[in-house]
């Protein structure tokens, strides 16, 4: 289990250490698309879609993470002041009434936008530039699957806690 887990883990890291590079990328496209429309009057039509297409992809590939480092954003007037076991508590509850219902559900709607995409050759249609969205769909689905793979590495460490009362690592 312990190395089902570790592998999780790593791949989320990779994941981001990778997506990260699609923010460099964002800023020098942003930066070319910025100096050719009001230096050179000479705006791109790809420019737009393909700084969206970026950015979404930073974003969810940043999701897992985000996840595994517990950093994404929660209110914790009471939960701070808890015990490990007592947090772990409050984790694996919400985790199964609230958590698992939702990133499961997305990750398979999320499939489905991801096959009808590739399955019907979409088109982005925000521009007159039409890339196809198969790539970005298919960026969507992994993220969001790395994202549910890692809650439930959280939900066996918090388990654990629960359980033994120490950490599982």
């Keep these: 289990m312990k190395k089902f887990i570790h592998t999780i883990d790593a791949i989320s890291v990779w994941t981001a250490l990778t997506g990260r590079w699609f923010i460099v990328a964002l800023m020098v496209l942003v930066t070319v698309e910025v100096t050719l429309r009001y230096v050179f009057t000479k705006p791109t039509l790809w420019g737009y879609e393909l700084h969206v297409m970026l950015a979404a992809s930073s974003y969810i590939l940043a999701f897992a993470y985000t996840h595994k480092l517990r950093a994404h954003v929660r209110v914790d007037m009471i939960y701070a002041h808890l015990p490990q076991r ?40 925000i521009t007159g530039w ?40």
Excluded at 89 to 112: E, K
Excluded at 148 to 169: C, E, N, S, W
Aim: with cysteine.
């Design 86 to 125: 007592g947090q772990a508590l409050i984790d694996c509850l919400g985790n199964l009434l609230m958590f698992f219902p939702f990133v499961f559900l997305l990750t398979f709607a999320a499939w489905n936008w991801m096959f009808d995409s590739w399955a019907t050759s979409e088109k982005m249609p």
């Design 130 to 169: 039409y890339p196809p969205a198969g790539p970005l769909r298919t960026v969507v689905f992994y993220g969001i699957a790395l994202f549910a793979l890692q809650t439930v590495a959280h939900f066996i460490r918090d388990t654990y806690m629960l359980i033994k009362g120490k950490p599982y690592d």
